[in-house]
């Protein structure tokens, strides 16, 4: 087996904020940090005042309206802190950044000298007191798995929705995103290589458990897993969410601009479809043919598709493999070794022609010390 198998140091973490005076008033506004920091949005008469901002912690978005452009980071968390119970120096939020190169982020930055807009969505780690409590105190095998509400569907018999893939109006569909939908490439794609589609939450990383960085949430061997893959196949990435929140966490856990891999572009929920299951109702799934058309190049002969919702596959159930959800990362990071087996996979897997032939449910079947679930 290849893997590179590698450590980064902590110097590459990404800390957006860090830690400042818990003091409200100092937060409320900070004329001496707008009249230094540069803003190009400042002399724009048309730019409202006020603001809307959407935070999304654990799954669940906030709304916080009447933020002012000269407010500061520091009372945004503050507001952020009275909804979500998050103290504001265990608070990482991503999403946004200064708009000068010299002055990075901190709690006295104002809100006009950063990339945030109305309506911005930005995305906030950080631990509740109580949940650290636990985490510190409970023993692991008690903390209580979550669940969301995908988690109905996620039984084999979503399949037999199989005649689905075939209905004219959801292939009239994917041809609208084909025609309408715009990629925006990162890295193009190669010449002779097989295509690897990846989901995001609950595949590549726990997004509902708290932690005080990306990397606690990390699925393991996430980097060294892309990096074997690359080897053989282009990556793309396809998230249920949106754009802005898949280059927030591709950035927060270092996926985007690494050394040893690459990923061809991201694809949001824009790009899925919705169909009726007669079993389940109305679904959003992620069509592949949505990526065949615009790239000839690949088809079910050489695409496949990781994602912890079988139901997401409904278009293309041959190209799916169901991998296990990554959930509690506090509790399964020391054993979860689901994307070491799976480089294992795609690495036998890349020799064949023809991946229609295969059936990715007995993948375990094919890797050593592998144990179906
Ligand atoms: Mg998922």
Redesign the pocket.
């Known amino acids: 087996m290849d893997l590179t198998i590698f450590r980064e140091s902590d110097s590459c973490r990404s800390e957006v904020v860090p830690p400042q005076a818990e003091n409200d008033t100092e937060c409320l506004k900070s004329s001496e940090a707008s009249e230094s920091q540069p803003c190009s949005s400042k002399n724009d008469e048309s730019a409202p005042h006020t603001m809307s901002i959407t935070v999304r912690f654990r799954g669940i978005d906030y709304n916080i309206n009447d933020i002012h452009v000269s407010n500061t980071i520091g009372f945004l968390k503050h507001k952020i802190h009275l909804l979500t119970s998050v103290r504001p120096e265990r608070q990482k939020l991503f999403g946004f950044k200064s708009l000068s190169a010299s002055q990075p982020l901190s709690d006295t930055t104002t809100i006009d000298a950063t990339s945030l807009r109305d309506k911005s969505k930005v995305i906030m780690m950080g631990s509740v007191e109580d949940d650290i409590k636990v985490v510190e105190n409970v023993n692991k095998d008690e903390i209580n798995p979550f669940f969301d509400d995908?988690d109905i569907f996620e039984d084999d018999e979503t399949m037999s929705d199989v005649g689905i893939a075939n209905r004219q109006e959801y292939l009239t569909k994917i041809a609208r995103r084909v025609q309408e939908y715009q990629i925006e490439m990162i890295n193009p794609p190669r010449e002779g290589k097989k295509l690897l589609v990846l989901?995001?939450?609950?595949?590549l990383f726990d997004?509902k458990s708290t932690a005080q960085s990306a990397d606690e949430l990390m699925r393991p061997y996430l980097h060294e897993f892309l990096a074997s893959a690359y080897h053989d196949y282009d990556i793309v990435i396809w998230?249920?969410t949106s754009i802005t929140y898949i280059k927030a966490k591709m950035r927060q856990l270092r996926v985007e601009n690494h050394p040893l891999y690459k990923i061809m572009f991201y694809l949001d929920s824009r790009a899925m479809i919705s169909v009726h299951s007669a079993k389940y109702g109305l679904l959003n799934v992620k069509p592949l043919a949505v990526i065949w058309g615009k790239f000839p190049q690949y088809s079910e002969k050489n695409t496949i598709m990781f994602?912890?919702?079988r139901r997401?596959f409904l278009m293309n159930a041959q190209s799916g493999l169901k991998i296990k959800?990554y959930r509690d990362s506090h509790k399964n990071r020391a054993t979860d070794a689901e994307l070491l087996h799976l480089s294992q996979y795609l690495k036998k897997i890349a020799k064949i022609d023809d991946f229609t032939k295969l059936n990715h449910k007995h993948w375990h079947k094919y890797v050593e010390g592998s144990r179906r679930h």
Do not use: L, R
């Open positions: 995908f989901d995001i939450d609950y595949t997004h998230s249920a994602d912890d919702i997401n959800a």
